[in-house]
């Protein structure tokens, strides 16, 4: 596969494409383009009705969920503390509350939810769509190869959701709702504060866990190899540490917590690069 491939449906000769013989114009492209972001919008649309009906349940049995002690996170770290008698590693202990002043804040709030909740609900569909959308760009033998690319795309995706959820929301709760420059200053966080906060946290990691899906793709296409991810993987890693202090709170032991996964699944990608340029050595071999 390569760019241009993908951009104007060219295929290598004696390769057919998945639909025709013949070759779209861009115009036909862009036109085939526009068909896939409106099924997406329109996938996106349900997810976001569907959120929005049930905000009430997201709100208290999800969103809110991490600031309390009874949370799953905050009960292991809890029984960290006790069993190695180290009360600091208990995570919020004392749930702070929620407040609104906006006139309009609880609404807006719930159309961000909808939306937010909608996107995640419909990102297997959107994966599948543009799956659908550069799929005749590809021969058969990478068509093959990529099969599992929606399901992949789709469980890194989640994986990377439920990561942020579980570990990254409770450490950021904990530590910006119990933070205090002054015991005379009460934390009363605002509604909008708190939901932007969680939902940039849970929709980022899912996006940064698609970080092999994005070596592998640019493997394919030439524009990656392994050497490269190997010769500069200490710059990885600082890029990547850097990152999980952004999203983090700025302490030493929540980077570390999610810098960890962050280097594997970089790691990964190197793998998969390898496994790429291994077929194409083999496939040039038989060529010869």
């Known amino acids: 596969m390569s760019i241009k491939g993908i951009l104007t449906g060219k295929e290598k000769k004696g390769k057919k494409s998945a639909k025709s013989n013949e070759e779209m114009s861009f115009l036909e492209h862009l036109e085939e383009l526009r068909w896939h972001l409106v099924r997406i919008s329109a996938a996106v649309v349900f997810g976001a009705v569907f959120v929005f009906i049930n905000v009430k349940f997201i709100m208290d049995k999800i969103l809110f969920a991490p600031k309390y002690p009874a949370f799953i996170t905050n009960r292991a770290f809890a029984w960290v503390a006790v069993t190695f008698n180290s009360p600091d590693m208990a995570i919020n202990t004392k749930p702070f509350s929620i407040i609104n002043y906006d ?27 543009f799956w659908r959308f550069i799929k005749p760009a590809l021969y058969e033998k990478e068509r093959k190869h990529a099969t599992g690319a929606v399901f992949y795309s789709t469980l890194l995706f989640l994986l990377g959701v439920l990561f942020g959820y579980y570990v990254i929301v409770p450490l950021s709760t904990h530590f910006f709702g119990s933070y205090r420059v002054s015991e005379e200053v009460v934390n009363q966080i605002n509604l909008n504060s708190y939901i932007s906060s969680v939902t940039t946290i849970i929709l980022g990691s899912g996006v940064v866990f698609e970080l092999p899906i994005v070596i592998y793709f640019l493997a394919k296409v030439g524009l990656v190899s392994s050497g490269f991810l190997i010769k500069y993987r200490k710059h990885a890693y600082i890029v990547l540490l850097l990152l999980a202090a952004i999203i983090t709170p700025p302490d030493v032991f929540s980077m570390l917590m999610v810098s960890g996964p962050l280097i594997i699944l970089y790691e990964l990608g190197v793998i998969l690069a390898k496994g790429i340029e291994k077929k194409r050595t083999d496939t040039e071999l038989l060529e010869a």
Request: net charge negative; charged share 5%; glycine share 12%.
């Open 103 to 129: 006139m309009a804040g609880q609404f807006s709030t719930h159309l961000n939810i909808a939306m937010i909740g909608g996107i995640i609900i419909a990102i297997p569909y959107i994966f599948w769509e």
